[in-house]
């Protein structure tokens, strides 16, 4: 369920949020709700990349690359 909320904030840095927000193509709203997801899981970016790094522990490279060969394209 999505809930509203009322936040305080001055004036004029609304005004320039919102100038900057439809430059980048999104909205005030998106951006905040994508803040607000950041911040609450913050606190398990840790864990989740030992959950990725444990995720891909069986996946073989194939041996040891030379710097040329990393840098090929």
């Known amino acids: 369920m999505i809930r509203n909320i009322t936040l305080s904030v001055d004036e004029i840095l609304i005004k320039q949020a919102r100038e900057k927000a439809e430059q980048d193509k999104t909205s005030l709203n998106k951006l905040f709700r994508d803040w607000i997801s950041r911040y609450v899981n913050r606190d398990n970016a840790g864990t989740n ?16 690359f030379s710097r040329d060969q990393m840098n090929e394209r």
């Open 49 to 64: 990349y030992d959950v990725l790094m444990k995720s891909l522990a069986d996946i073989e490279s194939g041996g040891k």
